[in-house]
């Protein structure tokens, strides 16, 4: 681009230094808003050194201040003091900040996990107008930014192929997608550590909430609860066996893992390692989820039942977007007569249910490659429970948006209960060719027409712990701001 290209376009998307600092003043400026002001956050230590490089890149068409790396600065602080500020000057009647803060748009470039932790925040915060978000694919997987539109390959870092990822987020449509809840429960142990899941293992989007007292009971121990929040996918099982040996070679040799490409062939040979193609074989039928958990759901305006699960199953999916494990769609497309007999609907990304798939092992996976292959279709759900009681396994692996944990499970009488929840909905920027398909879309032949929301205010009465993400909750407008935000 030429220069005065380049002054177009910083021009288009520049937010000013004052609306980014804390204790500006009302200014009267007489230059026009830009059309799509941006904030960046960018993971710098995704994508090998790309995620750097962007930062460069992106610091140098941009103000410095504007551009954050996610190293060394916090979404929530972040979001918190620049929604404070445009708070103040809006009702101190300064029009430009006024018109930033309605044609915001945030950038968020890292892998899935990354993009998660930022939604959370964005949902914790409860903005009256949240701001939507577009995704840069810096991980391995990146099934947050295929679903909308926005490719699996990491990007170029150059200063013409951010130029034109700006450009595609000032064209792209805003899509609301439903956020899930996730609430974790366990018993503290007798003995030895307090924390049943070490605090390093924990991902981005899955937060401690506090020891919830037992004395109202006959049981006098204390619990352990975990909340959280996905946009994609929690899984549980053998694919999250994998996921968390690769996170966990990643992390002691970080040096190895600056390759996308060898990225995903060093993803496969652990699958291999693990015993995933093998299942039948090395895997324990223990470990099988019909005998590691009871599994009930409750679909819409209807009771909790008890989900059968084959007893050949060895990893489960609870899937809101069309695409997982680097873009296949587990779900896939039931047939008319499908959908009729088992009361199935199109896999929308904000119809407030979820799809359930399960897969018995890693060539069961393959059969994703086929133009009409899926898993084995087991239920659409507006909530899922899982329920662990002591058995032959002392742990198992999940995973939320591509971020695995080794989960401790009953080695007493006792229990652990994962309970999945629609929660909200943020907004996406999508662009073609998108997988995701919203329920309002008038070109879908099976859209049923308005979204019931009731669903909105069904947690209203229950308790806190599933009325947030937990992902900001350090989040205040100060108090001598004169806002109406919640």
């Known amino acids: 681009m030429g220069e005065s290209a380049g002054d177009t376009l910083l021009k288009e998307f520049y937010i000013p230094t004052y609306i980014l600092q804390p204790e500006s003043e009302v200014k009267y400026v007489s230059s026009t808003p830009p059309i799509c002001p941006v904030v960046v956050f960018i993971n710098s230590k995704s994508g090998g050194q790309l995620g750097g490089e962007l930062l460069k890149t992106y610091r140098s068409i941009l103000n410095k201040s504007q551009v954050f790396d996610l190293g060394e600065n916090s979404p929530e602080k972040v979001l918190h003091q620049l929604y404070a500020t445009l708070e103040k000057l809006k009702h101190g009647g300064d029009s430009f900040a006024s018109e930033i803060q309605k044609r915001l748009r945030i950038i968020v470039a890292g892998g899935d996990g990354t993009a998660s932790w930022l939604l959370g925040v964005l949902c914790d915060l409860k903005l009256p107008h949240p701001p939507p978000v577009a995704t840069v694919p810096l991980g391995t997987g990146n099934n947050l930014s295929f679903s909308f539109g926005w490719g699996r390959k990491n990007p170029g870092t150059d200063h013409y192929s951010v130029e034109a990822f700006l450009e595609q987020v000032k064209n792209a449509k805003e899509m609301k997608v439903d956020s899930w809840h996730i609430l974790m429960q366990m018993r503290a142990p007798k003995h030895g550590s307090c924390d049943p899941i070490a605090p390093l293992e924990l991902p981005n989007s899955l937060h401690a909430f506090r020891r919830v007292s037992g004395k109202e009971s006959s049981e006098k121990e204390d619990y352990h609860t975990f909340r959280g929040g996905f946009w994609n996918y929690f899984s549980m099982g053998m694919d999250a066996q994998v996921s968390y040996a690769f996170h966990s070679e990643r992390k002691l040799n970080p040096e190895k893992f600056k390759n996308q490409l ?134 198992t692996y999940m995973r939320i948006d591509g971020e695995p944990w080794k989960q401790p499970l009953p080695l007493e009488d006792d229990t652990v209960v994962v309970e999945i929840s629609q929660l909200g909905q943020v907004s996406m920027l999508a662009r073609p060719p998108c997988r995701s398909k919203s329920i309002h879309d008038a070109s879908s032949p099976f859209s049923p027409g308005e979204k019931d929301d009731a669903s909105n205010n069904e947690l209203d009465g229950e308790w806190e712990e599933r009325r947030k993400f937990g992902a900001a909750d350090s989040f205040r407008i100060p108090e001598d701001t004169d806002t109406h935000l919640s």
Do not use: M
């Open 262 to 395: 060898l990225n995903q062939s060093t993803y496969a040979k652990l699958g291999c390692k693990q015993g995933w193609f093998c299942a039948s074989l090395l895997h324990p039928s223990s470990r099988n989820i019909a005998q590691l958990t009871k599994v009930k759901i409750l679909r819409k305006h209807g009771q909790w039942e008890e989900l059968n699960i084959p007893r050949s199953i060895r990893s489960i999916v609870c899937l809101n977007l069309p695409s997982f494990s680097g873009g296949f769609n587990p779900w896939g497309t039931p047939s008319r007569r499908k959908s009729a007999a088992r009361v199935l609907t199109p896999p929308y990304v904000d119809d407030g249910l979820i799809e359930i798939v399960g897969f018995r092992d890693a060539w069961h996976g393959l059969i994703l490659l086929a133009p009409r292959g899926h898993g084995t279709r087991l239920a659409q759900a507006h909530r899922v429970q899982f329920e662990f009681h002591k058995g032959a396994a002392d742990h």
